[in-house]
Structure formats: C-alpha cells, structure tokens
C-alpha cells in the first residue's frame, strides 16, 4: 500500500512538473517580436491594385492580430510587424515574400576642428555659399535640442524647394521648432516601444527632441551655425561651427534609452531619402553580417542609389583588428583621430615624480598638498572592485583618499562617481594595455584624471610599495598646437575587412577625440542622472563623432561640385588625405605608439582643402555595385534583397572584387603551406581601376612606395594624359608575391600626380 501510495505522489508530481514545464515553455514559443518583411514588387497579385493592402493580407493570413509598424517604399517594399516565431516561419514559406528579418539592436558610436582642419581657408577657395546651403545633411541619431544657438537660421535664405519634409508634432516638440536651418524633425519609435514596451514620457520625449546629447552632439558637428564664446566650463573656449555651417539640418529620431532598433533605423532612412537628403549621417553600428541582410548596408545602397552619400562611423571596437562596423564599399567608413588640443591635468606622487594626463574636471580644486593614495582593487569588497563598479568600494576604505580605477567595465565619469559616493575625494583613471596612451577627457563630478598606459603603471607600482603613498591632483585648462597630431584613437575600429578582405576599410578618419559641441538641455554632460549641471556644449569622444565631421565635409564638397556622385564626393576625401606629418613621419597610432597602418586609418586623415579640388576621381555608380555583387557570388535573390532590383549576374562575365573601381587597395594573399609559409612559387594578383578627370588637363604619373620588398608592384601604363572633363583612363596593377608566414601584413602607397593634384590610395597586403 505504502508502495502504490508513493508511486501515486510520483505521477501526482510528474504531472505538475510536466504542467509547470509547459506553461514556462508555452509564453516563450508565443512570444513575440519585430521582423521586417521584404516583399517581390513584381509578385503582386492583380486581384491588388494597392501594395498596402496587398502587406495587410499577407499578414493577416498569418495572424489576425498582428499590425503593421511601418511600411517601406525605399528601403525595402513591405513592411515590418511583430510575430511570433512559428508565425514567421508560416510566412516566410509564403509566395511573394523575399524574406522576414528578425530586427537587430543597434548602439550609437559613442570649436576647434574647422581651424585644425584648415576651413578657414575655404572661403578664398569657393565663394558661392548659396550652393552650400542647398544641400540638407540628414541625421539619424537621439534626436535635436532646438533651442541650440547653433541652429540659428540667420542669414540663411529659404528653405530649398527641393525640400519635402516637416517638423513632426509630439512631446515637447511642435512645428514651431523647426526653420531654415533645421528644416526637418521626424521621430521613430514604433520598433522600440514594441519590443520593449510605451515609452515613459516624463523621462523621454516622444518626439524628435533630444534627451540624450549624442544627437545634438553629431547634427552641429556636421553643419552647426557659428557661436561665439562657446565653451563647457571655459575650457575649449572660442568660436564653435560645424563642418557645413551653411548646410541645412534634418533630424531623424531613431535612437532612444534602449538603443536603435532596425525597424526604426530603417523607416528613418525610408523617409529621409523621400523627403530629400543630400547627406545621411549614421553615427550607428552593430555586428558585421552579410550586405544582403544588413538592413544599413540595405538602406544605404537605396540611398545611394538616388545620389545620397552615406557617412557612418567606424565604430568603437578598437584596437582589436577587424573590429570595424559598416564595411559596405557604397558606404563612408569613418574612424577616429585627435585633433591639436589638450586638457591637460597633472598629477604628482608623494616621491616627488610627475605626470600629466587628461580631464575635464572645473569644479572646487583639491587642496595643493599631498592626499592620500589607494588602488581600487586594494578596498573593494568585489574580484572587479578594481574597475570602481557600483557598490564595490568600501567607504572606511577609501574616505578623504585619492582612489586609481582600472579603465574597462563601465563609463569613465561612472566610476568617479562611485568613488565620489564612497567617499573618496580624487580619481585616478589608469589605462591598461588595450588603451595605451590614449587620453579621452571628462567632466567628471569630482577631481579626476586619466593617465597613460605607461604613467599608470609606475603611479601602481609606487601605490604597492610606498606604506604611505601620497598624490596631490591639479587642473591645467586647455593647451592648443598639442603635437603629434592627428593620431589615430585607441578605441578606433580598425581593418582588416572581415566580410570583404579585398575591400580596404576604414575609408579615412576625421577628428573624433575631446569634441566640442552642441548639447541637450535634457541632462548633463556626463549623462549621468546625478548630473544636475545643464551646458550648451559639451566635449565627447568617439568614433560618433568623427562621422559627422566628414558627413558636414561631403556637404562642401556637395555645394562645390553639385553634380559629384556619392562616390565621387568620397573618392575625393579618400584620395587627398594625409598619411604623415610634415616632418614625413606616419601619423601614430596611440594604442601602440608606433606609426599606424592603412588598417588603423585607412587612406588617411581627411583634408578638406585639398579634397576640393582632387583632380582625379574614383567613381563608381549603381551597375557597378551590382557588379560588386556578383563579384561575391550573390544569387539574383541576394541581390534583389540587396538592391531591390532585378539583376542577373552573366554567367559568361568573368566578375571579380579585384576591379571593383574603389579608391584603395586591399590584397589578401594565402599563405601556401599555412603557418610559417614555406613555398617559394610566387602568387600574381591583379587590380583594375579607373580614373575620371574632374579637373583641368594634365598628364599623371604613378609612383609606389612600400614599407617592404617582398611583393612586386607594377602599375600599368605608367603615365595617364587627360584633355576633357570627365575623362575615363583605366590601368592596372599587377601585385607579385612570395608566400609569407600567415598572420603577416604588409603596406603600400600608389599616387598619381600631376605635379599640382596627389591622387593616392594605400595598399594593404595581408597573408592568410
């Protein structure tokens, strides 16, 4: 009996685990979330006479309850909707349907640029700034602060007719806000709330209104209207302007606290190219995947294709090598430099050595004698108590003290305030080994520096052997003609092109460390919530911030040479920007502190003068991007997801990414017997380009330059003459090479010149 009775507790209990374990299984393969539908156009039943209805019974053939959240005309023809996955997988097997695209996460790329980039030379160089402000730089970022000085439409004439957008209505936003400097403002939230829920109105605005800063931030980097005596706390003080301060704005709110999702990204860029941008600015990246599935590389290429220049930023995965976001050769890659300004903040050790490092610190001082010192790591009560994560510091520990965090793990102005909440009175930001002597400046909310790789380890070394380590902090305000300058920024994504080994990526880098700009009146410069301080600038770093520099450049180059295509505008930065310093040696890359490569900068750093007036052109246009496509094998399918256009790739066309026309080089050889190379047989690789003259005439000659001997580079022919505008000459080079250790890379530069124009293009060649 007691058996029997047992046995019946077993099946009771088997039975409510079965239950439990149903009900838990039952919300998750119910749940829901946004795909975006990519439809065939040529598909459409002629019982339609309309594509909305045509989206709607597809879907509702699926799920009687789901909606639309948005439908695309550009970007994609369909639509994007919340499903679960069994519903996704019903439709996807549908007729019609190209493909249903789970959505992706996106994050953001988180004054004194226009003198160092020299435009103050321009004016000279081009006077009609009514072409200028022809052009519109579309943003899609957080969002816009309007009541910025740097959106003054003074002296602006109106609005270009070409112009279609608005100002949308919503929380703390009306029409009102707009004018004839910020000409547009739309908002995007449909795939934000329904994956994580309505937004909280009395935190965020649902509107194209700014509560962030980073959008604010980007939008006057590119195109800002001049403001005198602009500073954050007097530091960086002067005159602020963006790139293209006659440039018009239009911002496009697709980014909020739970960062930028692909449904939202995409209905952006859907109308931005409908309202008529010239230039679309996307300081935004996610991991690398496939062109055809990239809902960025999508976009852009429509935007492309209707004469758009896309600018994005490279991201801030560096200096891990392949670390780069948004590869695609008909979008901008944009990395990150320093500019010739410091902030400089000094600290001294109770040994009598001193430092300097950097900060942007401006409240009450700390009293100039020696306070007392201790490592993180040394009064925690956390394994990490050494990055100053929340809640890991012992306050009896670090009261009255000065206290070195570890960089990594969270923000910097973070870990000054649980320092600050712990009661410590100073921080000292140590840079490990991936940041080396890169210094990003902070306005910390107590006294606060970062220090070099090399500074902290001595400043560690003297805090474990001193039984009573001692350092006094003190404040430098801002130093100018900071040399060497540009170098390219540790945290800068760098090459090589993971997805495309034969595409050289990053494009260039622009200025993206300790930048001045516009800000919110939403929170203050630190982010933090703590932060009651409010600022009308505020300096920041990233590869976020590079972006819009070149975004605001491409609007120059846009007014000077209205007819330029994308590619030509970007051929332009590529091809006349700086390698070295005028003393000849490479620029630098922080990380290392030795000379950087064509993976860490790309063509190098942008020139906006000289891209002005390149002479030769690298163009390309939408057959060629199609071409491109075929070059990787894609199917008339991938394409069409791609490129939203019929294309069958000829099966007796021989299509290779070698002749894709671009304006750099990438040559990935294979190693013939893997590690350590070992076969002598020589491999032969050739590259085709085309040259189109938008200059006056003139003869070029080529000439290489390599930092190695182990592969033969011959350019043929040598000499190209050019008598008309918009001359075509093609050549090629033949690239000759011995296998090498794999892992090995090596580089070079090709330049043509006229005597007067320097056309150049760097060549990385890596082993595999």
Not at 83 to 92: F, H, I, N, P
Not at 155 to 165: A, F, Q, T
Not at 739 to 763: C, Q
């Amino acid at each position: 009996m007691k058996m029997l009775a047992f046995k019946f507790l077993q099946i009771i209990f088997l039975l409510l685990f079965i239950g439990r374990y149903t009900i838990a299984e039952n919300p998750t393969h119910q749940a829901k979330k946004t795909y975006i539908i990519h439809m065939d156009k040529s598909t459409m039943p002629a019982s339609y006479n309309d594509h909305l209805l045509w989206f709607d019974s597809s879907l509702k053939s699926v799920s009687d309850s789901a909606e639309m959240l948005y439908t695309y005309k550009h970007v994609a023809h369909g639509y994007s909707t919340r499903l679960t996955v069994q519903e996704a997988e019903t439709l996807a097997k549908q007729p019609g349907i190209l493909s249903v695209t789970p959505e992706v996460r996106y994050e953001l790329h988180t004054t004194r640029t226009p003198e160092f980039l020299g435009l103050q030379k321009t004016s000279t160089l081009f006077p009609a700034s009514d072409q200028q402000s022809q052009v519109i730089i579309g943003v899609l970022d957080t969002g816009v602060w309007p009541e910025l000085k740097s959106l003054d439409d003074t002296g602006l004439g109106p609005v270009p007719s070409s112009w279609k957008g608005e100002c949308e209505i919503g929380n703390n936003m009306n029409s009102s806000n707009c004018n004839r400097k910020l000409v547009g403002a739309r908002f995007f939230s449909k795939g934000y709330e329904a994956a994580l829920g309505p937004i909280d109105e009395t935190t965020e605005s649902k509107s194209a209104r700014d509560d962030d800063g980073h959008g604010s931030h980007t939008l006057t980097t590119a195109a800002g209207s001049a403001v005198s005596e602009a500073s954050l706390f007097g530091l960086a003080s002067g005159t602020a302007r963006g790139m293209a301060t006659q440039a018009r704005v239009a911002v496009y709110k697709v980014c909020w606290i739970g960062g930028c999702f692909t449904s939202d990204i995409a209905a952006g860029i859907d109308k931005a190219i409908e309202d008529g941008v010239n230039i679309l600015s996307m300081s935004i990246g996610g991991s690398l995947m496939d062109y055809y599935r990239d809902i960025i590389a999508i976009g852009a290429f429509t935007a492309t294709s209707h004469g758009i220049l896309v600018s994005t930023s490279a991201g801030n995965g560096g200096p891990s090598p392949g670390s780069l976001s948004n590869v695609a050769p008909w979008i901008t890659t944009v990395g990150a430099g320093t500019i010739d300004r410091d902030f400089p903040a000094y600290i001294t050790l109770g040994n009598g050595k001193a430092y300097t490092g950097a900060s942007l610190y401006s409240g009450k001082p700390l009293p100039d004698s020696p306070l007392p010192l201790v490592y993180a790591g040394n009064v925690s009560n956390s394994t990490v108590g050494y990055l100053c994560i929340p809640g890991s510091l012992v306050p009896t520990k670090v009261s009255g003290k000065i206290v070195i965090c570890e960089r990594g793990g969270n923000s910097r102005v973070e870990k000054g305030l649980v320092v600050k909440s712990a009661g410590g009175i100073g921080m000292i930001l140590a840079n490990n080994e991936e940041f080396g002597e890169e210094l990003v400046a902070d306005p910390h909310l107590l006294p606060a520096a970062a220090l070099g790789q090399r500074s902290s380890n001595v400043l560690k070394d003297y805090a474990f052997s001193s039984p009573n380590p001692t350092a006094k902090l003190t404040f430098g305000g801002t130093h100018l003609q900071v040399q060497p300058s540009p170098v390219v920024a540790a945290f800068s994504s760098r090459g090589p092109n993971i997805l495309t080994p034969k595409i050289l990526k990053p494009d260039l880098i622009a200025p993206g460390v300790n930048i001045l700009a516009g800000w919110t009146g939403a929170v203050g410069p630190t982010g933090l919530t703590v932060d009651t301080r409010h600022v009308n600038f505020n300096i920041i770093s990233g590869t976020s911030m590079s972006c819009p520099h070149v975004s605001g450049l491409a609007a120059i180059l846009k007014g000077a040479h209205p007819e330029w295509s994308p590619a030509a505008i970007r051929s332009a930065l590529m091809t006349t920007a700086y390698t070295s310093y005028k003393n000849g040696q490479t620029i630098q890359d922080v990380a290392t502190g030795q000379p950087g490569t064509p993976f860490d900068y790309g063509a190098g750093h942008v020139d906006p003068v000289a891209a002005l007036d390149p002479g030769l052109v690298y163009d390309a246009n939408v057959d060629d991007y199609l071409n491109f496509f075929c070059a990787l094998n894609y199917t008339s399918f991938q394409i069409k997801l791609a490129a939203r256009r019929e294309f069958t790739c000829d099966s007796k066309k021989n299509y290779r990414v070698e002749d894709f026309n671009y304006p750099s080089f990438a040559v990935p050889f294979e190693t013939a017997s893997g590690i350590g190379g070992g076969s002598d047989a020589p491999t032969t690789v050739k590259y085709t380009r085309t040259l189109t003259n938008v200059g006056t005439s003139g003869t070029y000659k080529a000439s290489v330059s390599s930092r190695s001997s182990s592969v033969k580079i011959v350019v043929e022919p040598q000499t190209l003459s050019f008598t008309e505008l918009y001359e075509k000459k093609s050549y090629t080079v033949t690239f000759t090479s011995s296998s090498m250790p794999s892992g090995t890379n090596s580089f070079a530069y090709l330049e043509w010149t006229d005597g007067k124009h320097r056309v150049g293009s760097p060549i990385a060649l890596s082993w595999t």
